[in-house]
């Protein structure tokens, strides 16, 4: 059998247009396989048992293969650690077929441009493209854009012939072209609105064995990719040029040991030197050309009903033309930390025993499909009790009703170290929801009860105690108002008895607490400048200008800008529509 993979080499150059005082242009040479994924799976692109190149999962990986792909650093990455299991690119790419309503019964095969693992090492990959062709057709069906930025994040754009989004006429020299609203954060110099322009060259021909018997043997391939950046800035009447990203090969040679080795020869660091030039290009833009960094903001969410529920102002841009949002791209998240994983533990300890208490039903529903949805209280099978069933934590001689839902929509498990950091519900409502948008409620007060200790601690302890005077220290003095009442006892302390507990709690509140002044001390010490007001350790400053402006408007009771369901059924209805995502 004829092989089917091609070893590119390409010319990649980036152009900055706006603002006119941060012009700026470079280019540099890159490696990359363009190969067909039933080949690469059937792993008859293997070159040397393997060991130059081969596609491997986690069980069959090897430490000394000189290049290579693997399943695991594309598309989702919710593949089970506990059983082992990777999920095969194929698969992975037709759950996203399936998430933007594509049929992925009809697809036949794809290539997949990219560049492969070297020596071990999973370098930065800022783009994969995937050309996808339906059963028995020879034109191009689907174009896949899979985006990863530099904090490892993950993001899809998935690019149909024939759709809404494709333009009519074509940039001269190119086969297609679409325009998409952008919804992923990659450059630090950039916020997060915006249109991309995407124009390619697509391959000439299909990637199944079935077009090979009647091609010539000199064959190549060079599929070029251009994306281009339109700014929706205020001070711009019409959209403006701001970047364009150009991917083109310069040559193309047929996948074998010969080859591969050839070009690792001429480029021995071409894979390993994409991370070193951001960074170089980073700091030469913000050094020399005194751009401003943007915070890395949170990914949108994947259901067009959850993003919805995290109203605004920016995210208009991501409508479509009958006002609607569109399905989100996100394929990787950020995974929790050490200390986001300590608070979550924590909040979930407490809300088994605070839902059983109160008789009702809190659901967590995370952006990141990784952590899904999850309901509290658990039946004895740790499964989720159901709204309106019978909940008998107290007994069988004492059955209740779970007749409350309190729904927490969040887009990062930072939700967690703020509810474990913010010394009161209301603080945690104040700086997380308002200021930066990082979860919704269903119901304001149900949550203020929830989280509220309750009359059941009357003589709070010593360590108790210390532990809430330290969780007001970072907090504005106009927000320690009557208002904003703090208990004396947190409700994640409560339980809390063993010392070892309590050091521990003390332990990572000091690191929280350190966190924002560490930030602020090392950007100041490498004079880095971000975009005014949005300062990773001005979170409490934001909240001081929320809680400012609720007072100049001269309202007497907080007035969230998220619409707040207090009806359980309207509760339940947007998170069954929620459920299909995860």
């Not at 650093?73 to 698969?91: F, H, V, W």
């Not at 904090?151 to 001269?172: A, I, K």
């Not at 159901?386 to 887009?411: C, D, H, M, Y």
């Not at 009442?485 to 070892?500: A, E, K, M, R, S």
Request: glycine share 6%; hydrophobic share 40%; with cysteine.
């Amino acid at each position: 059998m004829r092989n089917s993979g091609f070893v590119l080499n390409n010319n990649v150059t980036h152009s900055r247009l706006l603002p006119a005082s941060s012009a700026h242009t470079f280019a540099y040479p890159t490696l990359a396989l363009l190969v067909p994924l039933a080949a690469l799976e059937a792993h008859t692109l293997d070159l040397g048992c393997g060991r130059l190149f081969g596609y491997s999962d986690a069980s069959k990986q090897s430490p000394w293969q000189v290049a290579g792909l693997r399943p695991q650093a594309y598309l989702r990455n919710c593949d089970s650690p506990a059983s082992g299991q990777t999920r095969s690119l194929r698969s992975k790419l037709e759950e996203v077929l399936l998430r933007f309503s594509l049929d992925a019964n009809t697809l036949d095969d794809a290539w997949m441009l990219t560049m492969p693992r070297y020596l071990g090492f999973e370098g930065i990959n800022p783009l994969t493209v995937y050309y996808c062709y339906k059963k028995g057709v020879d034109a191009l069906w689907v174009l896949v854009l899979e985006v990863h930025n530099t904090f490892g994040e993950r993001h899809v754009y998935v690019l149909q012939t024939g759709s809404e989004h494709e333009d009519q006429n074509p940039p001269t020299g190119f086969d297609h072209s679409w325009t998409f609203p952008r919804q992923f954060h990659v450059s630090p110099f950039n916020d997060r609105s915006g249109f991309y322009s995407c124009s390619i060259v697509s391959p000439s021909f299909p990637p199944s064995h079935a077009y090979w018997s009647s091609l010539p043997q000199s064959v190549s391939l060079l599929p070029t990719v251009r994306i281009q950046l339109y700014t929706t800035h205020p001070g711009y009447s019409t959209r403006k040029l701001k970047l364009t990203a150009t991917l083109r090969p310069t040559s193309s040679v047929p996948l074998t040991s010969r080859t591969l080795l050839s070009a690792l020869i001429r480029q021995p660091f071409a894979l390993l030197l994409s991370f070193p030039r951001i960074v170089r290009e980073a700091a030469r833009l913000h050094y020399r050309r005194r751009l401003d960094v943007y915070p890395r903001p949170e990914p949108r969410t994947v259901a067009p009903a959850l993003e919805e529920f995290f109203v605004e102002e920016p995210n208009s841009v991501q409508k479509y033309a009958d006002g609607k949002f569109g399905v989100g791209g996100g394929v990787g998240w950020l995974p929790e930390g050490t200390l986001e994983r300590y608070a979550r533990r924590l909040t979930e300890d407490f809300l088994e025993r605070r839902a059983r208490e109160m008789g009702i039903q809190v659901i967590l529903v995370s952006a990141d499909p990784v952590y899904g949805k999850k309901c509290f209280p658990r039946d004895s099978n740790g499964q989720s009790e159901k709204t309106g069933q019978l909940e008998s934590s107290a007994g069988p001689e004492n059955p209740r009703w779970i007749s409350r839902v309190l729904t927490i929509a969040f887009r990062s498990p930072r939700l967690f170290t703020l509810l474990f950091a913010c010394p009161s519900p209301h603080h945690v409502l104040l700086v997380g929801r308002d200021a930066e948008r990082l979860f919704a409620v269903s119901s304001e007060p149900l949550f203020i009860e929830v989280f509220s200790p309750g009359p059941t601690i009357a003589f709070p302890t010593r360590s108790q105690r210390f532990l809430q005077i330290l969780r007001r220290r970072p907090i504005p003095h106009v927000l320690l108002s009557a208002d904003l009442p703090i208990p004396h006892v947190h409700p994640l302390d409560i339980g809390q008895l063993f010392t070892f507990r309590n050091l521990l709690n003390l332990f990572v509140l000091l690191l929280l607490l350190c966190q924002a002044p560490f930030e602020h001390v090392i950007f100041t010490l490498l004079s880095a400048r971000f975009v005014q007001g949005s300062e990773p350790w001005g979170a409490w400053a934001r909240a001081e200008d929320v809680w400012a402006r609720r007072w100049g408007k001269g309202e007497s009771t907080r007035k969230s800008p998220i619409q707040t369901v207090e009806d359980n059924t309207d509760s339940e209805r947007w998170v069954g529509s929620v459920r299909r995502s995860y």
